[in-house]
């Protein structure tokens, strides 16, 4: 609408509502902020592997000392040994699960091995007889490749295999690989110092000594020995499961 001024005759047009002239428009309020999104809950972790690893090697040497101790009628756990010592290991194995549990975290393979344990234990508790097994020394001496390449097996036992009186004749033309499956067994392993040596291991719920170093729980390892020595290498392949195996090198 346009309005003249009586005094000058020109017309204007009156201001809009917000103040501005023809065709203004209105201030822009602020944008509106959007609303936070939540940030996705992670799910808890599981103990992490040195945890589990100290855990398994405590259960493993609870149960390996009482086991032993039994065996060497130290202790008399009667007829139930078998029973108490899978227990021991899994009360042991408990502990360890309400550490983590208390940290936040998840029971992970610690849970898993348990279970293992309470039923392993459980079977020894109701097999008429089971606990009668007691350790039994069994010592490996072969004296050719072909005795060696044959292997060794042990369940329940403690024991030396010693390979230094192998007849290899160095240096060797082949690989000599040499497997070792250790069950609940005591091990101590006697290389030779005349010939490259490999040791391959996988242990499960295991203890691996070399020297100062040692691994427990769930493990492989790999190391060599006498690597300045000409020749193909005398290989040990080692499945050992609840274990303890010690590699020592001979003369």
């Not at 040497?61 to 029973?83: E, F, P, Y």
């Not at 097994?133 to 004296?143: I, M, S």
């Not at 101590?188 to 170093?213: F, H, K, W």
Request: glycine share 14%; charged share 15%.
């Amino acid at each position: 609408m346009c309005i003249r001024d009586r005094e000058t005759g020109q017309g204007h047009v009156p201001p809009g509502p917000y103040g501005g002239g023809f065709g203004s428009v209105p201030p822009r309020g602020p944008a509106p902020v959007p609303a936070p999104v939540p940030a996705p809950k992670s799910r808890p972790n599981g103990p992490g592997a040195p945890v589990v690893a100290i855990t398994a090697g405590l259960a493993l040497l609870v149960g390996g000392t009482l086991k032993a101790l039994d065996a060497g009628n130290v202790i008399d756990l009667g007829d139930s040994a078998n029973a108490v010592v899978w227990a021991s290991g899994a009360a042991v194995l408990g502990l360890g699960i309400l550490l983590s549990g208390l940290r936040g975290r998840t029971s992970g393979i610690l849970g898993f091995f348990a279970v293992v344990a309470l039923i392993v234990g459980g079977i020894f508790n109701t097999v008429p007889n089971g606990d009668r097994f007691r350790f039994q020394n069994a010592d490996w001496n072969p004296a050719s490749i072909e005795q060696a390449r044959e292997g060794f097996q042990i369940t329940g036992g403690r024991g030396t295999v010693d390979l230094t009186g192998l007849n290899l004749n160095p240096p060797l033309g082949t690989d000599v690989v040499v497997p070792l499956d250790v069950t609940a067994s005591n091990v101590t392993v006697v290389i030779p110092r005349t010939v490259p040596v490999d040791v391959r291991a996988d242990m499960t719920l295991g203890n691996l000594n070399e020297g100062a170093d040692s691994r427990s729980g769930i493990t492989s390892r790999q190391s060599s020995y006498n690597a300045d020595k000409p020749g193909a290498r005398l290989i040990l392949q080692i499945d050992g499961t609840v274990s303890n195996i010690t590699i020592q090198e001979g003369n």
